[in-house]
């Protein structure tokens, strides 16, 4: 049988284009890892641009590696077989690099299940010199590391794009064994080496210290790209074998001026940057050779001030566009027309909240009017389906807020009704519900989630109160699930002991809970004190802890912050830090 374990990775590769095949002989080796499998993966634009960019290193040999499907996970426990790459078939435990990138919380399993499949122990301290060295980065390892701390030897805080070559040095030097290591790469900004720091508690379970031993920095300062058009990311291995195989995906932007005070994306990514309509559009010439839809990324893609710019370029050189969702205060004409010519027939926005009080409160503003008007200009432009994105269990949320998203879309469906009948086709309205769920270095640190018995109750409701209408359905995450993830999103060291658990009991969350004395819901149904030392305090985020506690009393208070202005100007430039938020190379709010 394992003979088709490699064929059928042989068969991936050889639908590829874009692949970097090179031989092992006298290079650092790199198995860079996707904890899920191909599809997703490979869908991941930030993960192929990790794999380029390390290829571009003459002494350099990077890999990939995926979860395998759970078919292919019997036969390789089966016959004993260690995973392997996809390239050159070679066991992950033979390279010199084990490389993760992670964007979700719920494939924190994942890596214990793809070591475990390498023949490679799973906890930090059972390894020894003769294993490879395991790194993880990616927005997980970037907001707290620490549920992983026992499997990962070295995280990057932070975006890799400008980082790798100094962290490339380092290894290149190495010849002081594996503590050495450690130290010296501990001293590239962005790299947290956890077993560097000593955690202690007090009787009550929260954390006293943070200490880091003689070596090793206070903190750990996040690392961001200033100039994002140095290093431009989009697909770099095209394949039909993804999500998103029929499209080139291309960057945008990244981060966002908003201020939503639940988004990680807004404070992980600060500051807002976006790429020049010059940029994106050469990247886009070259997508054009092999995909004819283009697929802009991005947490806030009609922030870009030159998306009509970059419009206009598509259209004229003969591509089509798809977009992940829309700013509804930020609607261009132009774009939504180009949307409608190249096909696109679902618009997906982000109330968020039903009521306009609690979208003040999570620092949204965006009046119940505002939202109906653009949906009918979506509509009248020719794109009739809606996806709607609601958060149930935000902090100060009452009945009346959760009565509010059923009128909303009602008011949403009956607004645009008439339009849609004009031009004979009657959209769908897909409403999307999500437990909220706290995330660190957000003015939401300190909430707790609500509990899974109300959280079902609330979307009971509006399932009961949309019952009926046509057109109109509704889908949403399990809050039981959710429960994990908030575990994982705010949890400390400790929360690695439930990790290894679960592992040994095939990824059974629920039985993990009751075999083990943690109590998870220390970590999810908890309230946090402002003076606390959180988990990822270590971490210099950018974002002033002050600042964020500041908002999180706004937020209780329901008064907005202002957006970051459009275009930041250097610090050095006008004398200052920034005045708002932290000590970005940006004066926000002067």
Same mark, same amino acid.
């Given at each position: 049988?394992?003979?088709?374990?490699?064929?059928?990775?042989?068969?991936?590769?050889?639908?590829?284009?874009?692949?970097?095949?090179?031989?092992?002989?006298?290079?650092?080796t790199?198995? &860079? #890892?996707?904890?899920?499998?191909?599809?997703?993966?490979?869908?991941? +634009?930030? !993960? *192929? $641009?990790?794999?380029?960019? =390390?290829?571009?290193?003459?002494?350099? &040999? #990077?890999?990939?590696?995926?979860?395998?499907?759970?078919?292919?996970? +019997?036969? !390789? *426990? $089966?016959?004993?077989?260690? =995973?392997?790459?996809?390239?050159?078939?070679?066991?992950?435990?033979?390279?010199?690099?084990?490389?993760?990138?992670?964007?979700?919380?719920?494939?924190?399993?994942?890596? =214990?299940?793809?070591?475990?499949?390498?023949?490679i122990?799973?906890?930090?301290?059972?390894?020894?010199?003769?294993?490879?060295?395991?790194?993880?980065?990616?927005?997980?390892?970037?907001?707290?590391?620490?549920?992983?701390?026992?499997?990962?030897?070295?995280?990057?805080?932070?975006?890799w794009?400008?980082?790798?070559?100094?962290?490339?040095?380092?290894?290149?030097?190495?010849?002081e064994?594996?503590?050495?290591?450690?130290?010296?790469?501990?001293?590239?900004?962005?790299?947290?080496v956890?077993?560097?720091?000593?955690?202690?508690?007090?009787?009550?379970?929260?954390?006293?210290?943070?200490?880091?031993?003689?070596?090793?920095?206070?903190?750990?300062k996040?690392?961001?790209?200033?100039?994002?058009?140095?290093?431009?990311?989009?697909s770099?291995?095209?394949?039909?074998?993804?999500?998103?195989?029929?499209?080139?995906?291309?960057?945008?932007?990244?981060?966002?001026?908003?201020?939503?005070?639940?988004?990680?994306?807004?404070?992980?990514?600060?500051?807002?940057?976006?790429?020049?309509?010059?940029?994106?559009?050469?990247?886009?010439?070259?997508?054009?050779?092999?995909?004819?839809?283009?697929?802009?990324?991005?947490?806030?893609?009609?922030?870009?001030?030159?998306?009509?710019?970059?419009?206009?370029?598509?259209?004229?050189?003969?591509?089509?566009?798809?977009?992940?969702?829309?700013?509804?205060d930020?609607?261009?004409?132009?774009?939504?027309?180009?949307?409608?010519?190249?096909?696109?027939?679902?618009?997906?926005?982000?109330?968020?909240?039903?009521?306009?009080?609690?979208?003040?409160?999570?620092?949204?503003?965006?009046?119940?009017?505002?939202?109906?008007?653009?949906?009918?200009?979506i509509?009248?432009?020719?794109i009739?389906?809606?996806?709607?994105?609601?958060?149930?269990?935000?902090?100060?949320?009452?009945?009346d807020?959760?009565?509010?998203?059923?009128?909303?879309?009602?008011?949403?469906?009956?607004?645009?009704?008439?339009?849609?009948?004009?031009?004979?086709?009657?959209?769908?309205?897909?409403?999307?519900?999500?437990?909220?769920?706290?995330?660190?270095?957000?003015?939401?640190?300190?909430?707790?989630?609500?509990?899974?018995?109300?959280?079902?109750?609330?979307?009971?409701?509006?399932?009961?109160?949309?019952?009926?209408?046509?057109?109109?359905?509704?889908?949403?995450?399990?809050?039981?699930?959710?429960?994990?993830?908030?575990?994982?999103?705010?949890?400390?060291?400790?929360?690695?002991?439930?990790?290894?658990?679960?592992?040994?009991?095939?990824?059974?969350?629920?039985?993990?809970?009751?075999?083990?004395?943690?109590?998870?819901?220390?970590?999810?149904?908890?309230?946090?004190?402002?003076?606390?030392?959180?988990?990822?305090?270590?971490?210099?985020?950018?974002?002033?802890?002050?600042?964020?506690?500041?908002?999180?009393?706004?937020?209780?208070?329901?008064?907005?912050?202002?957006?970051?202005?459009?275009?930041?100007?250097?610090?050095h430039?006008?004398?200052?830090?920034?005045?708002?938020?932290?000590?970005?190379?940006?004066?926000?709010?002067?």
């Amino acid at each position: 049988m394992s003979w088709q374990l490699y064929e059928r990775m042989k068969g991936l590769i050889s639908e590829e284009t874009g692949a970097v095949k090179k031989s092992f002989g006298g290079k650092i080796t790199f198995a &860079l #890892c996707y904890p899920n499998t191909y599809q997703i993966g490979m869908s991941n +634009i930030g !993960f *192929q $641009k990790i794999y380029s960019l =390390l290829n571009l290193h003459a002494d350099i &040999l #990077c890999e990939r590696v995926f979860l395998p499907s759970q078919e292919d996970v +019997i036969h !390789f *426990q $089966k016959e004993n077989i260690p =995973l392997f790459s996809l390239e050159s078939q070679t066991p992950v435990h033979d390279f010199d690099i084990v490389a993760f990138s992670v964007t979700f919380e719920s494939d924190y399993i994942n890596i =214990l299940r793809m070591l475990s499949l390498s023949h490679i122990p799973i906890r930090s301290s059972d390894r020894n010199g003769r294993y490879p060295l395991i790194l993880m980065g990616g927005i997980c390892a970037t907001f707290n590391p620490e549920p992983l701390s026992d499997f990962i030897d070295v995280f990057f805080i932070g975006e890799w794009d400008e980082a790798i070559a100094e962290i490339v040095e380092v290894l290149r030097e190495n010849s002081e064994g594996r503590e050495g290591l450690y130290k010296r790469l501990s001293v590239v900004e962005g790299v947290y080496v956890p077993s560097g720091y000593e955690i202690t508690y007090n009787k009550s379970g929260v954390i006293e210290k943070i200490l880091p031993q003689d070596g090793f920095p206070q903190k750990v300062k996040r690392r961001w790209v200033k100039d994002l058009n140095k290093t431009p990311t989009s697909s770099r291995i095209i394949t039909s074998n993804t999500i998103f195989g029929d499209m080139y995906l291309i960057e945008v932007g990244r981060g966002c001026g908003k201020h939503c005070r639940f988004c990680l994306a807004g404070y992980s990514y600060r500051p807002p940057r976006n790429y020049s309509a010059e940029v994106v559009l050469k990247d886009i010439s070259e997508g054009l050779k092999y995909r004819k839809k283009i697929g802009l990324v991005g947490s806030a893609i009609c922030d870009n001030p030159e998306i009509d710019k970059i419009c206009e370029g598509i259209e004229r050189i003969g591509g089509i566009i798809s977009v992940s969702s829309l700013r509804l205060d930020k609607l261009s004409e132009r774009l939504i027309k180009f949307l409608s010519d190249s096909g696109h027939r679902t618009a997906t926005i982000a109330p968020e909240a039903g009521s306009e009080r609690l979208r003040r409160v999570i620092n949204k503003e965006m009046g119940d009017d505002e939202i109906i008007a653009a949906a009918q200009f979506i509509v009248s432009a020719g794109i009739p389906d809606f996806k709607l994105y609601f958060l149930i269990g935000l902090p100060t949320e009452t009945d009346d807020d959760i009565e509010a998203i059923i009128v909303l879309s009602k008011r949403i469906k009956h607004s645009i009704l008439k339009i849609a009948r004009g031009k004979k086709h009657l959209g769908n309205i897909t409403l999307s519900i999500n437990p909220f769920i706290p995330k660190p270095s957000t003015p939401y640190q300190w909430e707790r989630m609500g509990d899974v018995a109300s959280l079902n109750l609330k979307i009971k409701k509006i399932k009961s109160g949309l019952r009926g209408v046509s057109n109109v359905h509704v889908i949403h995450e399990l809050p039981k699930w959710s429960f994990v993830q908030t575990l994982l999103s705010l949890g400390d060291r400790r929360v690695g002991e439930l990790l290894f658990k679960c592992h040994q009991l095939n990824g059974d969350w629920f039985k993990t809970f009751r075999e083990t004395n943690i109590n998870p819901e220390f970590y999810v149904y908890r309230e946090r004190d402002y003076n606390e030392i959180l988990p990822w305090d270590f971490i210099d985020s950018g974002v002033r802890k002050d600042y964020l506690v500041k908002e999180a009393k706004k937020s209780r208070e329901g008064e907005t912050t202002p957006s970051c202005p459009e275009k930041l100007v250097p610090f050095h430039e006008m004398g200052g830090e920034c005045r708002r938020c932290g000590d970005f190379e940006c004066v926000i709010g002067i």
